[in-house]
């Protein structure tokens, strides 16, 4: 069962920023990007093979003022998240 509380405007059953983050040997650095005009940005190759980043597939991006922090997560991952949110709020009913 999952406790839920608001956090930055996102529902968070329970996980501590480390859970969605993970650790910090877990990070890895890629390397620098720079923004274009139209505001992309080229995700480094060694980061989409890492990921399974494929062309096509779609992103989530969150950002947090206080850190100025951007997490970007593909979308199936904060979809399976979210129907585990829904799962557990059925199973209480």
Known sequence: ??????YDK?????????DIMGDYKDN???????VGERG????????????DIKP?????VFG???????VILKE?????FALKILEDLDSQD
């Open 1 to 6: 069962m999952f406790e839920y509380e608001l």
């Open 10 to 18: 996102y529902y968070f059953c329970g996980m501590m920023e480390e």
């Open 28 to 34: 890895h650095f890629f390397g620098s990007v720079k």
């Open 40 to 51: 992309q940005i080229v995700i480094p190759k060694e980061a989409r093979d890492r990921f």
């Open 56 to 60: 096509g597939d779609s992103l989530v």
């Open 64 to 70: 947090r003022d206080k850190n100025q922090k951007l």
């Open 76 to 80: 199936n991952v904060m979809r399976d």
